[in-house]
């Protein structure tokens, strides 16, 4: 397995500004993932991290909006742009393993955006 | 299109067995199960990755229907530590490892 961390655990932010959160892997890992889970209810795929490249984005989800940087296999940042209360969430990383395909998510970040 | 899981909550009492099913619209490559405890991160606790496996940790084993694009959870003589909310994630692509996470089945077990 792999151990995940996440910066920060939680914010309080005020619409229109910017946060970005970090994850980092204890390992290389070529799989890395962002999804987002409001209070309730199950996760949503933001995007996966590409190292190297640009990220690929689910439906309903854009750059402008999530940009993504890999600058390497153990690291990766979300920023959550322009912020408004519907981006209250948890964000959570991943990271599936090669060999395996077993998925494990990093701790989570809470954030509230008033 | 996220998979749809069933109940949407139960409630046990410790000892009692419970199923959740996980059904896809889409034809699926391989399935995940998921524990997750309030307030924390989702925990890893099995693949299935060919139609009609399964697979067992501990006293919970799952199961995966390929033809029927369906896979279920079995928690057999449920212990507290096992309430939380089940997820199951499917990938629908050979090779793939993004996988879509299904509506969850919050479980409760009472002492």
């Given at each position: 397995?792999?151990?995940?961390?996440q910066k920060p655990s939680r914010d309080i932010c005020?619409?229109?500004?910017?946060?970005?959160?970090?994850?980092?892997?204890?390992?290389?890992?070529?799989?890395?993932?962002?999804?987002?889970?409001?209070?309730?209810?199950?996760?949503?795929?933001?995007?996966?991290?590409?190292?190297?490249?640009?990220?690929?984005?689910?439906?309903?989800?854009?750059?402008?909006?999530?940009?993504?940087?890999?600058?390497?296999?153990?690291?990766?940042?979300?920023?959550?742009?322009?912020?408004?209360?519907?981006?209250?969430?948890?964000?959570?990383?991943?990271?599936?393993?090669?060999?395996?395909?077993?998925?494990?998510?990093?701790?989570?970040?809470?954030?509230?955006?008033? | 299109?996220?998979?749809?899981?069933?109940?949407?909550?139960?409630?046990?009492?410790?000892?009692?067995?419970?199923?959740?099913?996980?059904?896809?619209?889409?034809?699926?490559y391989s399935v995940h199960w998921y524990r997750q405890?309030?307030?924390?991160?989702?925990?890893?606790?099995?693949?299935?990755?060919?139609?009609?496996?399964?697979?067992?940790?501990?006293?919970?084993?799952?199961?995966?229907?390929?033809?029927?694009?369906?896979?279920?959870?079995?928690?057999?003589?449920?212990?507290?530590?096992?309430?939380?909310?089940?997820?199951?994630?499917?990938?629908?692509?050979?090779?793939?490892?993004?996988?879509?996470?299904?509506?969850?089945?919050?479980?409760?077990?009472?002492?």
């Amino acid at each position: 397995s792999a151990v995940i961390s996440q910066k920060p655990s939680r914010d309080i932010c005020q619409r229109g500004t910017s946060l970005t959160i970090q994850c980092q892997v204890d390992s290389q890992v070529t799989m890395m993932f962002w999804y987002r889970q409001q209070p309730g209810q199950s996760l949503t795929l933001i995007a996966t991290a590409n190292q190297g490249s640009e990220a690929t984005y689910e439906s309903g989800f854009v750059i402008d909006k999530f940009p993504i940087s890999r600058p390497n296999l153990t690291f990766s940042t979300l920023t959550v742009s322009n912020m408004s209360p519907e981006d209250s969430s948890i964000y959570l990383c991943s990271v599936v393993q090669a060999m395996t395909y077993e998925q494990y998510f990093g701790p989570g970040t809470r954030l509230t955006v008033t | 299109q996220q998979p749809v899981q069933s109940p949407q909550a139960v409630i046990l009492r410790e000892g009692e067995d419970a199923v959740i099913n996980c059904s896809s619209s889409k034809a699926l490559y391989s399935v995940h199960w998921y524990r997750q405890k309030h307030g924390e991160a989702p925990v890893f606790l099995m693949i299935l990755l060919k139609g009609g496996e399964q697979k067992g940790h501990e006293k919970i084993s799952a199961s995966f229907n390929e033809k029927k694009q369906q896979s279920s959870l079995y928690l057999t003589a449920s212990q507290l530590s096992y309430s939380g909310t089940y997820f199951c994630g499917t990938a629908s692509t050979s090779g793939t490892y993004k996988y879509i996470f299904g509506t969850g089945t919050r479980l409760k077990v009472l002492a």
